[in-house]
Nanobody, 125 residues
Framework: VQLQASGGGLVQAGGSLRLSCVPS??????????WGWFRQAPGKEREFVAA???????RYADSVKARFSISKDNANGFVFLQMNSLKPDDTARYYC??????????????????WGQGTQVTVSS
């Protein structure tokens, strides 16, 4: 399944953004998937941000805990990443990903088999 991420932009430090991830088509399998958000800054490796299972169990990177929140719209198959108290270090291209169902949220990229094209988030100081 192809994923479309949106919602990025330029924001001042302390501001908020809400990213969305929409699958190109929604099937019975789509609703059973685990979902995640990753980010990659220039010159750095892609890193885990947040993940959520079909049942709603979540996991966050330590760097975003208490600031970011991942959620799902089960009725429409959308996945969101609410980002609050943004910092310049959060500047990166953000990617959504989907993977097969598991009771635990995935935190490594290799566990996901579908990726979106990414959306740029830039936080100015």
């Amino acid at each position: 399944v192809q994923l479309q991420a949106s919602g990025g932009g330029l924001v001042q430090a302390g501001g908020s953004l809400r990213l969305s991830c929409v699958p190109s088509r929604r099937t019975s399998s789509t609703y059973k998937m685990n979902w995640g958000w990753f980010r990659q800054a220039p010159g750095k490796e892609r890193e885990f941000v947040a993940a959520i299972t079909r049942s709603g169990t979540t996991r966050y990177a330590d760097s975003v805990k208490a600031r970011f929140s991942i959620s799902k719209d089960n009725a429409n198959g959308f996945v969101f990443l609410q980002m609050n108290s943004l910092k310049p270090d959060d500047t990166a291209r953000y990617y959504c990903a989907a993977g097969p169902f598991s009771s635990s949220p995935y935190s490594t990229a290799r566990e996901y088999n579908s990726w979106g094209q990414g959306t740029q988030v830039t936080v100015s100081s």
